[in-house]
């Protein structure tokens, strides 16, 4: 068995996504993802997924040639071929901007969400070497199943007039009961029994309203609102009040640590995160501070899926719960979402995913929700087959595009149907 890395395809592509609203703006009719393919001396290819802006093809790149000739199961290489490629070939420093919705980004954290798509390639390579599915390197599955939230969107009906776009059958929800429709539509579909709203798009009240309309309709089912850090302390205390009784928890209600801890010092209401804790060293603050009661992860920018675990752990040790935060993403990021979350003993939330939103996808068969719950595959590697024509034509449509969608922004695309918009300073509310 040789498992030496011999080739690696990089293939930058566009994925339909629908207007949905957050604080930022609204999504653009194209998302960008990268599709990492890594092939053994065997012929064995592993297929990863992550983030396709710009930014991380172009550390990808130089990653890919260094990784070349590295055997597939040195994983811990992966990391210092990130160090080598950020100092030596890429040269990312500083502040890079990713929208605003995850936190502060660093170049250091631009580099674990470039090894994380690497790292489930090789996983995926590796398992289908060994004939072992993922959970089984990672120390087996403790669960059969992994439980997903319905994620809720405030939503236009269509992208703006004019805007060349994939048509999508949720219509509108920008109120209450456009909010509670839609819930039906998750429920109905996959059969999912709990829910979380992106918040942070209408002034509080109204955000209010629609939880209430959805602890009404939906009675004994966990309900999350995140707001991603539009409101101030005041304002987050208040809502906390308003929703403490039907809330499992509240996502990232205030920007930052500080604040958080004084939210949380005072709510009564869990405080989650997936913006002030993304990595191991902002850990340390934020439980000292007791900013926070679960944490989000995302492989995708916490380094893979060994990390993902190694933060489990972190959490576990210290009281802290911890699920799964998602971003728009396709079939192979959720294979591996459900691979990693099969592996963490105290997974007590739903963990949260984008996939039903995401019309397109590049597997042959899309993975399926039932009861809320995706299966976790015991076939070798991530247990996925990826398409190649479907590939070929999300790629063809990246190729085709002026470089305006290349770039994930909320705001240019908001500003398509308001051309005045302005991101809003934070706190909005």
């Known amino acids: 068995m040789n498992l030496t890395i011999t ?22 009719p194209y998302t960008p993802r990268l599709i990492v393919e890594v092939e053994t001396a065997d012929g064995v290819v592993g297929f990863g997924e992550t983030y396709g802006d710009t930014k991380y093809l172009e550390l990808a790149r130089p990653f890919a040639r260094k990784v070349i000739g590295r055997q597939v199961s040195d ?5 210092t071929v990130a160090d080598e490629v950020a100092v030596d070939d890429a ?11 995850r936190g502060v980004q660093t170049a250091d954290k631009l580099r674990l969400s470039v090894v994380s798509g690497f790292e489930v390639a090789c996983l995926d390579a590796l398992g289908k070497a060994l004939g072992l599915p993922v959970h089984a390197l990672l120390g087996g599955k403790v669960r059969d199943a992994v439980e997903y939230s319905a994620y809720l969107f405030y939503k236009w009906a269509d992208h703006p007039a004019g805007v060349a776009a994939e048509k999508d059958d949720w219509g509108a929800a920008v109120d209450p009961a456009g909010v509670v429709a839609q819930a039906r539509l998750f429920k109905e579909r996959y059969g999912f029994t709990s829910f979380k709203l992106k918040g942070g ?28 850090g539009a409101w101030s302390v005041a304002t987050s205390l208040k809502v906390a009040q308003q929703l403490g009784d039907v809330l499992e928890y509240l996502e990232d209600p205030a920007l930052g640590t500080a604040a958080m801890a004084e939210v949380a010092a005072r709510a009564g209401v869990p405080l989650a995160t997936n913006m002030c804790v993304t990595t191991f060293a902002e850990i340390e603050e934020a439980f000292r501070k007791g900013a926070v009661q679960v944490v989000l992860s995302d492989h995708h920018y916490w380094g893979g899926l060994r990390n993902t675990q190694q933060l489990a752990a972190i959490c576990r040790t210290f009281g802290v719960g911890v699920s799964m935060h998602s971003n728009t993403h396709l079939g192979i990021s959720l294979a591996a979402m459900t691979h990693v979350a099969a592996t963490v003993p105290d997974l007590h939330h739903a963990c949260d995913s984008h996939y039903p939103w995401q019309s397109e996808d590049v597997l042959s068969e899309r993975l399926v929700f039932e009861g809320g ?9 991530l247990g996925v087959e990826v ?9 063809q449509r990246w190729l085709d595009d002026d470089g305006g969608l290349r770039e994930r922004d909320d705001a240019a695309a908001m500003r398509v149907a308001e051309p005045g918009w302005v991101t809003p300073d934070v706190p909005r509310w």
């Open 7 to 28: 080739d690696v395809r990089l293939t930058p592509i566009l994925v339909a996504d629908p207007p949905l609203l957050n604080t930022q703006g609204v999504h653009q």
């Open 387 to 395: 398409d190649p024509e479907k590939v070929r034509v999300l790629h």
């Open 373 to 381: 719950k995706v299966a976790v595959s015991d076939a070798p590697g």
């Open 75 to 79: 994983l811990n290489g992966l990391f």
């Open 201 to 228: 798009v209408f002034p509080p009240d109204e955000e209010i309203a629609a939880v209430r309309a959805l602890a009404e309709a939906f009675p004994g089912h966990p309900l999350r609102l995140d707001p991603n």
């Open 91 to 101: 040269r990312v420093s500083g502040q890079v901007d990713v929208g605003g919705l």
